[in-house]
């Protein structure tokens, strides 16, 4: 008996042993998420992700496409509303229309330029143009308009 009482005592110090180690740390999972796929869709899908696992290639591919998303928004705020004042002063000032009056007359020969003093002219008026358009397309408009 006493040979079953010292074999009784070392597995109740193993097992006190045992009890106190480190329980492993059951954090709760964040649940999946689950989307049926036809078969064929499932064998693009699975084409398309090649030597990843499945699930892996789904995830990488939807958070991808979220930051390129992201990254394709529109001007913030603050600049939105900058870029819309820059706008509104270039179409209030009339510089344009100006310079398009002076290049219609040039045209018409009401008015005579050296040849260095109109290409500065029609320059100008171009890149005011492209200015305007760019401004527009900033502000997510069609840029492609003329007034």
Known sequence: ??????STGSIAATFRTSAQTRKPDRRKRTPPVS???SDEER??????????????YVRDFVLKAH???KRRQSAPAPERKEIAQLLSVLGRSELAPLLRDTLTAID?????LEP?????LRLACAE???MRCDLMKALG???????
């Open 128 to 130: 005011i143009s492209k």
């Open 116 to 120: 260095d003093t109109e290409a500065d």
């Open 43 to 56: 064998a693009r899908l699975t084409s398309f992700a090649g030597d990843q696992p499945l699930s892996r």
């Open 35 to 37: 989307i049926r796929f």
């Open 67 to 69: 930051d390129i998303a």
């Open 1 to 6: 008996m006493s040979g079953s009482l010292s």
């Open 108 to 112: 018409d020969g009401g008015l005579l």
């Open 141 to 147: 408009m069609r840029g492609d308009i003329v007034p």
